[in-house]
């Protein structure tokens, strides 16, 4: 590590097997002693950005739109899906638009899928569920009264594994049959400040994030084969899951995003500012 401590490179990443194909072989190279990964659940690393105590890194969608006076978005780098993402689920006893006035649980570990979950619901299927925010997976866990309940990441996949919920929504697959564009769930944030500080070195993570993301893509069985057993799941299903998970940011996912961003800017869930999107080279 370099001597002056804000030197540091401090790169938030998402501890879910969705960012594998990229921090997988990230964790193979031989990286500056002062770029430092801080692992997270999304929620995690939004706080964490906010309070300044990571420079950049993998964060919700939302975290960008809510203070985008702060942020930047570096180019090409995501997590998305164009159609189904096999882990942003809705769980639920009833169907969809039978969930008026009924309890759904929210997982406190994304603000963009609490925030797509409404969208979906109140703008697309047009009910009006009452929520809370806690935990949705695990045996301590108390679910009485709850009809639904939104889960992403892991956790989606060891409920879809499991099974108990009739209606499995996902929640990617309906935003594109909606809207007909794909969905951005995380973004690769900079903070302005850091970006103003240190702007070669912002260049050379995301270079880098890009070259292991295309290295992970021609080398997915082999990470397969290392993560399923987090779940557990088999390295089939892992391979079908993680085929769907895209970490690119095309111009048609900037739409996506912008779309997004309208929803929240007209439901008064964002200011007007988070558009036109600003994207770091």
């Not at 969208?119 to 047009?126: G, N, Q, S, T």
């Not at 996949?157 to 499991?162: G, I, K, Q, S, V």
């Not at 079908?240 to 997004?260: N, Q, T, W």
């Amino acid at each position: 590590m370099r001597g002056d401590a804000k030197d540091v490179a401090r790169i938030g990443m998402v501890n879910y097997i969705n960012v594998a194909p990229i921090y997988e072989i990230w964790k193979e190279r031989v990286l500056p002693a002062d770029w430092q990964v801080v692992e997270g659940q999304p929620s995690r690393l939004n706080i964490l950005l906010a309070e300044d105590r990571i420079d950049l890194g993998f964060v919700s969608s939302y975290a960008y739109a809510a203070q985008p006076e702060r942020y930047q978005i570096l180019a090409d780098l995501s997590i998305s899906a164009t159609g189904p993402v096999g882990s942003v689920f809705l769980f639920s006893r009833l169907a969809p638009e039978d969930l008026n006035d009924k309890l759904v649980r929210l997982t406190g570990q994304s603000d963009t899928s609490i925030r797509l979950i409404k969208i979906i619901l109140e703008e697309f299927y047009r009910v009006r569920p009452r929520y809370d925010i806690g935990e949705v997976c695990g045996a301590d866990v108390r679910l009485d009264g709850v009809s639904g309940v939104l889960a992403i990441g892991d956790d989606a996949l060891r409920l879809r594994a499991e099974g108990h919920y009739p209606v499995q929504l996902d929640l990617g697959e309906v935003w594109h049959r909606k809207t007909g564009l794909p969905f951005v769930f995380s973004v690769c944030a900079v903070r302005e400040a850091f970006m103003a500080e240190q702007p070669d070195t912002a260049r050379a993570i995301r270079r880098t994030l890009v070259e292991c993301r295309q290295q992970g893509a021609l080398r997915m069985a082999e990470i397969c084969d290392r993560v399923a057993r987090r779940i557990p799941m088999d390295c089939e299903a892992c391979s079908h899951y993680l085929m769907g998970i895209e970490h690119d940011l095309s111009p048609v996912k900037c739409m996506a995003l912008a779309r997004f961003f309208q929803y929240l800017i007209d439901r008064g869930e964002a200011p007007a500012s988070a558009l036109p999107l600003k994207i770091f080279p």
